[in-house]
């Protein structure tokens, strides 16, 4: 499986912008996909994640209420909406897909395809 992530760019403090990830390759309908950040000299963090099915979300503490996960199985795509967006959520985000269980659904070792990072810059 091939992701491509893409949709980020500079935007102000309190807006919005969407991330995509598209696939190719595989039967991406059976992984479940998530969403990671890692800003310079830190840990690749957890921000989201969404089973095949779409029925079971997971979100970090930090961006709950504020981002949305959702996919497309026929376009091979999953989204991630960014609501009220600060400054601290500036960084490069990646989407991976894997087969976690449920216990292990925010570590990066659970996901076994990664796209190459899309930039999101917010402003103050």
């Known amino acids: 499986v091939q992701l491509q992530a893409s949709g980020g760019g500079l935007v102000q403090a309190g807006g919005s912008l969407r991330l995509s990830c598209a696939a190719s390759g595989g039967t991406f309908s059976q992984y479940t996909v998530g969403w990671f950040r890692q800003a310079p000299g830190k840990e690749r963090e957890f921000v989201a994640a969404i089973r095949w099915s779409g029925g079971n979300l997971y979100y970090a503490d930090s961006v709950k209420g504020r981002f949305t996960i959702s996919r497309d199985n026929v376009k091979n795509t999953v989204y991630l909406q960014m609501n009220s967006l600060k400054p601290e959520d500036t960084t490069v985000y990646y989407c991976?897909?894997?087969?976690?269980?449920?216990?292990?659904?925010?570590?990066?070792?659970?996901?076994?395809?990664w796209g190459q990072g899309t930039l999101v810059t917010v402003s103050s």
């Open positions: 991976a897909a894997g087969r976690p269980i449920s216990s292990t659904m925010m570590r990066r070792e659970s996901y076994v395809y």
